[in-house]
């Protein structure tokens, strides 16, 4: 069983930077692939970011692409998800993920039913 355990969500005002963190328990944390999906009230939960095992690649969402930056320490056993120029649509709950399988496509990745862990989530709130 793996854990994961978001933290760094807040309240901000739209343009400024956050960084959330996801630790997870897993010895074999480094043969993980990890990914970030929000879900704001409402609506479905949606693809943010991914990074594979290795983190020789990464896969964004078109909404976050150039803002966000995904990346993991595997020393630490932890994912990061930097968030910059922040908008009030990013408003959301952030769940950290995590799956043992190595995928080869970005579908795969953005798939939040690929993914057998996940976090509690973390509140990220951007007011206008």
């Known amino acids: 069983q793996v854990q994961l355990v978001e933290s760094g969500g807040g309240l901000v005002q739209a343009g400024d930077s956050l960084r959330l963190s996801c630790a997870a328990s897993a010895r074999t944390f480094s043969s993980f692939a990890m990914g970030w999906f929000r879900q704001a009230p409402g609506k479905e939960r949606e693809f943010v970011a991914a990074?594979?095992?290795?983190?020789?690649?990464?896969y964004y969402a078109d909404s976050v692409k150039g803002r966000f930056t995904i990346s993991r320490d595997n020393a630490k056993n932890t994912v990061y998800l930097q968030m910059t120029s922040l908008k009030p649509e990013d408003t959301a709950s952030y769940y950290c993920t995590a799956d043992g399988l190595k995928w080869g496509y970005f579908s795969d990745y953005a798939e939040p039913r690929k993914y057998a862990y996940w976090g509690q989530g973390t509140q990220v709130t951007v007011s206008s």
């Open positions: 990074i594979t095992w290795n983190g020789d690649s990464t």
